[in-house]
């Protein structure tokens, strides 16, 4: 026979299951409620496979979309303003990720009260962005909306935005974060390309062949931190240098339209004043850049970016070694 001792703690540890199991029976079926200073998103950026954009600019009256997807090179646009198909499919995955992390990061300001879409500017949002992350078999949808800024001292640049998250009900709150400034620098399509003539890194080029009109006129490979000849013997030129201004010189514009592209190419391919940089890996995988210069710009193509000609400043010549 249990003691009474042990009857009442038997008892009490009994009804105590039962009252926690209820409980989370009550958690389990209640729906997210956003609340000030909650996260209204809950996603890994990096698991984001998809995302389209668009954009309203009201004072200009202008408004532009894309779409870009993650692929194994990083991201790639697919479709650009008014659904145009592009030559040069890079995007800039670095600002794409940014963006994604900054929403992820939101948070709650307030819920608003019922004012309608109009006057909290959600009506023709400034902004609609849309992703999704999982598997393909697995899909999770995701939306965010930027209505108006909100006329309050004390809200210092939030927006009324409506949100979508993981099948749940569009919601409008009002919201605060990082991402509201990053957006300030969206303002063309531009902003979402890979806008530099190289797609590669320094770190990951092991050779490089410098050559003017088809001759050499440098070879250096890596040892270390250090670049040497063929034969193993260190170069006075700054290498180092020569390949930062390169491989990240600027795009001015990018040439796709079949026309333009045509003459572009033609011009590329006449004549002298033809510049061009091969580089290789570690697998000995090589890339070639060639540039010829006009009087205003270069033209310029890469190797891996065949769809597309490019102009690129006229003083990235100077990266190139004395002949």
């Given at each position: 026979m249990k003691k009474p001792l042990q009857m009442l703690?038997?008892?009490?540890?009994?009804?105590?299951?039962?009252?926690?199991?209820?409980?989370?029976?009550?958690t389990k079926s209640r729906k997210p409620a956003y609340e000030a200073g909650q996260k209204p998103f809950s996603f890994d950026y990096r698991e984001a496979m998809e995302v389209s954009i668009v954009t309203w600019n009201q004072e200009q009256g202008e408004s532009w979309s894309a779409r870009a997807e993650r692929n194994e090179d990083?991201?790639?646009?697919?479709s650009g303003p008014d659904g145009k198909s592009l030559g040069d499919t890079v995007a800039n995955a670095s600002f794409i990720e940014h963006l994604l992390d900054s929403i992820s990061a939101l948070q709650v300001q307030s819920i608003p009260a019922s004012q309608g879409p109009e006057s909290q500017g959600l009506a023709r949002p400034i902004f609609a962005i849309r992703w999704t992350t999982g598997t393909k078999e697995n899909r999770q949808e995701h939306e965010l909306k930027l209505g108006a800024l909100v006329q309050d001292q004390s809200s210092r640049g939030a927006r009324f935005a409506a949100i979508r998250s993981m099948n749940q009900p569009e919601k409008v709150l009002v919201i605060n974060g990082s991402v509201l400034k990053l957006l300030q620098h969206l303002d063309s399509f531009t902003?979402?390309?890979?806008?530099?003539?190289?797609?590669?890194?320094?770190?990951?080029?092991?050779?490089?062949?410098?050559?003017?009109n088809g001759m050499l006129t440098l070879y250096a490979q890596r040892e270390g931190e250090s670049w040497t000849d063929r034969n193993e013997r260190p170069l006075q030129f700054d290498v180092t240098g020569a390949l930062q201004k390169i491989l990240r010189a600027r795009i001015i514009e990018f040439i796709e339209e079949p026309r333009s592209l045509a003459q572009a190419s033609s011009t590329l391919n006449s004549g002298t004043g033809h510049y061009e940089l091969v580089l290789r890996d570690r697998h000995g995988a090589a890339t070639t850049l060639r540039a010829r210069a006009t009087e205003s710009h270069l033209l310029a193509s890469h190797s891996k970016r065949p769809a597309a000609l490019f102009k690129i400043p006229r003083e990235t010549l100077s990266a190139f070694p004395p002949r």
């Open positions: 703690i038997v008892t009490v540890l009994i009804m105590g299951a039962a009252l926690g199991t209820g409980l989370t029976a009550c990083g991201w790639a646009l697919r902003t979402l390309r890979h806008a530099e003539w190289a797609t590669e890194h320094i770190d990951d080029v092991d050779e490089a062949e410098f050559k003017v």
